[in-house]
């Protein structure tokens, strides 16, 4: 019989929403999540013969996200941490595991005691991963859109047998920044996440905005740079940008010209652009990154 | 042979991506649309004989779309006229239509002069239908995700053999807001539709934030009589409300209390409450809302 | 003040997600469906001052759902038949509602008893509109993907200043079929509801194949006489159906010929065909359309 | 300055959607494909400066695809292969890439000669890294949705405080499966890739219905060595197959029983059951399954 051998797993309880109300006073707050826990280490026997002695129930896992929220939540981050201490600390079993969540924004309507509605418009994310020892936390966002209507421009690239693209020194950027930073390992304990989350997104709105564009390549290492410059804690940048094309629409047959007034926003294909950059001398972690998708 | 009618049919092209950008100086502006264009008329030909000399071709009303747009486009509103008076004007056998257009809303990032991303949590709906020389134009949005974290309860609602919801005079009160307005016909032509959005948006969360709720019913109806009060150019009024349930954890069995503290936001099924206000002795316009999904 | 009047309104809760399996043998069966009731009547109290005196809570009619699957269920229709005699039979004040049901399909695996995979590409679609002591009952589907790679074409449409399209006498034809039909009143009572279902689905498909197409709404027209013809329960079957736009892709930069060989399949705009066909002299029941969204 | 390295990175165009019609004779064929390729090589200039002397434009990487679907297309993979040896062999700086590919399955309605529909409800995979020189292949389909109305139950496992979870020898058992394996590198030329996808979906569809499953981890396992004992061809295959709930409804509240006739299927959380199998002594490619979501 051919021989085959279990490797990589992990399994636990995907996306589960909490939501937490700090109500100490008539002025509330709120924080919104979607947590998902899974467990890595000694579960071989679960697959090989179906002995659930050391399967921490994915039942389990979605009560203690519930439980660990009666306790004030710091940040994402925080939160994930402390499941990790707690299903590493008390199963001898679990080595390790993967702990995500999402985040999503909301504000005050006016300066409202307790009404709010939904405002960011991208998803604050934070993956932690524990493997042998070893942490990896990696923070993000995705789905926040941006455009700049002029200062970008394509030219000098190759032209084989199959390039058709004419260059163009004034065309609309636009992209959905999807992008995952990972802290320095010994700058974790007693980080303030949201404050680091908020100025690293603001690192990357304001620099999108700066200069010419002559690819977003060069954009995106701008991005990068900016982000390693002013945030010591963060070792590693990655983003995953699509290049959201804005056609300039063929209004000659209508006799009316467009000097980059009438734009066609195209849905498929589009330019995809990967990159990951990493703080000079920085240890690196690449098995942390395995199943963040769409990130080379 | 049975006889078959022809009855109710309109034809055209959806969801057109079109953005525009203002550069007359160099602080651009942008719009930001989705539109779709349906004719109605005498198409009988193109079904029953497959005779298309009637039939305006899907790509031309694409054309015409974005032709259009080479001249400014003032509001989402304005431009669907525009479509309407052009397509029912130079064709003869066009004797209405209905075109719809969806608007994504762009800030600057600072105050950049022609960076932006895309910060509105809802999509701006417009929609205009003309049939038989009467024209309904019908505003609204769409998923604005509204929370009140108190002030909200349940009881006194009956209870039979199947009842076993607890009463409650404390509870997260969350929903995606989508509303729909008709504007009084006579109060189309010069209208400010971006400033009149604007407000009725503002009435609707203001509102939503005041007093006790007794049931997304009352608030409905607050809202629905916030903005016809103090909108005299709205006659009609829909709101298709998911009660977006807010479970409180049950702790318990941790030997945890739970003071409105940690919840389950549950996805389905959901209470889901739609409701039409009408101002007093205003025209009714019923065959314009058809095809208008989740709204009664 | 300004006076505000309720008009149509109805609520209840939305997509219950109910499997019943029938497990009386060893060979067991199942039932997937996605049910949503909502009610109508005299609800004025709730939403005027907050009464829920009227108000089945959602959580009591999901109740209902679930315990009254406990009996067998013979098709999507019945349930929803039965649901409504329930509602408005128990409730003095309610008069009528809405009541819906999406169907997934499932078949064996193999042929075993017990396993099965999710096999229908199409969702099948029931909706029973009581009102005032008349039912419509609706059924349908939707998501079912049909391509013809010949025998379509589009050609003698009018040609004005914004048209650019060039006629052709061989395209692709591809359409996601959204369908809905109502039955005749009287033949409701003890109709096989799933024969009828897949002997329409079946004469939708089959027709499609047959002959050449002049245009989408010659092809919609000729499966809608085919459906009306062979089911004499059918009163009115509407169609919405994008035109899939598969693009002849332009290889001739590149000196290779396209001879109807490669496509390029875009995403938006597209085509959009709905159209209302009725068996003569059948009455109408418009009301009951509203809020299924995309059909006119 | 901090000084910055970019690692990792690769870029191109995304979900080309490109359909493929045979036409040699009356009895037409198609092949339904979404295709994305990038590249990787010295694009340093690129970021760093923004000289594009390397970038070959993605609108290149696109007219590419389209152009080489002129001729036949045996399998997604064979396609992958050929771009891949296209883009590596016609510019020297480009040392490999990502090339991958969705296929959408269609059948013949009835047995028409050219008209079909989309028939299967799993998404077809393809991934073809190319890196250093060596060639990782990669498998796999996602959407099969399958489920056992019985021999399924999930005891033994550990209690702890947070515990809750009741034992059942008889559950039901649903997931979607989400597979990808990886073909041993000298077996990729020649092999029938179309072939060995419809024996390995059917090996992982029999074995799912076979035994008593005491936990999904189990019935992973019993899929995977199935699929390696039977398929000399394949190293290395991965699961990621949420345990989708369905929950015995409790209908005792209204005096009935329920002997696992009514389910609730619940949406969130689920569990998410992740793990990779190997077959014994045959290389790893670790590198190749990064980007590639919820894998681990």
């Not at 579960?43 to 050391?54: S, V």
Request: charged fraction near 25%; proline fraction near 3%; include cysteine.
């Amino acid at each position: 019989m051919t021989e085959i051998r279990l490797t990589a797993n992990q399994y636990g309880k995907a996306e589960n929403r909490v939501v937490r109300v700090t109500r100490d006073t008539d002025r509330h707050d709120l924080v919104d999540l979607n947590v998902t826990s899974q467990l890595r280490g000694d579960f071989d026997a679960a697959f090989l013969e179906g002995d659930n002695a050391h399967v921490v129930a994915t039942d389990t896992q979605k009560n203690t996200i519930f439980a660990f929220a009666r306790e004030p939540i710091s940040s994402p981050e925080q939160f994930l941490v402390k499941l990790a201490d707690h299903f590493t600390g008390e199963f001898a079993w679990v080595s390790g595991g993967r702990w995500a969540a999402e985040e999503f924004g909301w504000s005050r309507i006016g300066d409202h005691d307790h009404s709010f509605y939904r405002s960011s418009p991208e998803t604050r994310t934070a993956v932690l991963v524990r493997d042998g020892g070893t942490d990896a936390l990696i923070s993000g966002f995705s789905g926040l859109t941006v455009m700049k209507t002029t200062q970008s421009g394509f030219v000098g690239y190759p032209r084989d047998r199959y390039t058709t693209l004419p260059e163009t020194e004034d065309r609309i950027l636009a992209t959905d920044v999807s992008t995952r930073w990972r802290y320095r390992a010994d700058a974790v304990d007693g980080l303030d996440f949201d404050a680091t989350y908020d100025s690293i997104k603001a690192t990357i709105m304001t620099t999108f905005t700066q200069g010419y564009s002559k690819a977003l390549q060069q954009t995106l290492h701008a991005m990068a740079a900016a982000v390693i410059e002013a945030h010591d804690v963060v070792d590693e940048i990655k983003f995953s940008c699509p290049n959201k094309h804005h056609f300039l629409s063929d209004l000659s047959p209508f006799e009316l010209d467009n000097p980059g007034v009438v734009f066609y926003a195209a849905d498929r294909p589009y330019g995809l652009i990967e990159a990951t950059f990493q703080r000079e001398g920085a240890p690196t972690a690449d098995a942390a990154w395995v199943g963040i998708a769409g990130f080379c």
